[in-house]
């Protein structure tokens, strides 16, 4: 029994509402692994890569590159085995969540550092 998950775009943070697709990583009929990058995005401020929330084989891909995709559409499909028929529902809002923490990390610049003091003898 094969389960279908959808992936929907998640909240990359600080009030963005959409995001456009520049490249696809993987294609329909490819495996991906938890975690394996699937799609560079582009916000209002920087490029970000999106991991796959699940394992399992691309079913579909929503939308195209260079098309701008809102907050919560679908981006893919995948058949990830079996389950129940809660899971899809569930996967999307841990997606964005795990995303959404990668996304930040990824995008967050460092703290800065203050020099540290010297004292004279």
Do not use: Y
Not at 26 to 53: C, F, M, R, W, Y
């Amino acid at each position: 029994m094969s389960t279908i998950r959808d992936f929907a775009l998640p909240d990359l943070g600080e009030g963005l509402t959409e995001s456009e697709i520049v490249a696809w990583r993987v294609q329909v009929g490819d495996h991906v692994e938890l975690n394996q990058i699937i799609a560079d995005v582009e916000t209002a401020k920087a490029v970000v890569e999106l991991p796959s929330p699940f394992e399992g084989t691309v079913t579909a891909l929503h939308a195209a590159e260079g098309e701008t995709v809102n907050v919560g559409e679908k981006l893919f499909s995948c058949d990830t085995g079996g389950g129940d028929a809660a899971a899809p529902a569930e996967s999307t809002t841990e997606a964005a969540s795990a995303t959404d923490t990668s996304a930040t990390a990824a995008g967050a610049a460092p703290a800065p550092t203050e020099p540290a003091e010297t004292r004279e003898p």
